[in-house]
């Protein structure tokens, strides 16, 4: 099926901080330094995952929270 491909170019990967190949100990990085710079980004804030949308649906279309708001209103 795939026998044009390199079987070790899926093997290869690149550091994502400053893109050498990256070492089988620390992957997907190339050293225990670079690691270290991503777990410092993740820790400092610069690195953020955006869970905006899954809010605002949640807010919305949750049948919890508008039963209990309407059960406190009729009191």
Same mark, same amino acid.
Request: aromatic share 6%; charged share 40%.
């Given at each position: ?19 050498? +190949?990256?070492? =089988? ?7 225990? !330094?670079? %690691? ?18 899954? +809010?605002?649906? =949640? ?7 508008? !039963?209990? %708001? ?6």
């Amino acid at each position: 099926m795939d026998a044009s491909r390199n079987p070790d170019d899926a093997k290869t990967l690149r550091c994502p901080i400053c893109d050498k +190949d990256s070492a =089988e100990r620390y992957r997907p990085f190339c050293s225990k !330094r670079c %690691a270290d710079i991503d777990l410092g980004k993740w820790f400092s804030g610069s690195y953020a995952i955006s869970r905006q949308s899954n +809010d605002e649906e =949640e807010d919305g279309d949750s049948p919890e929270r508008g !039963r209990s %708001a309407e059960g406190t209103d009729e009191r």
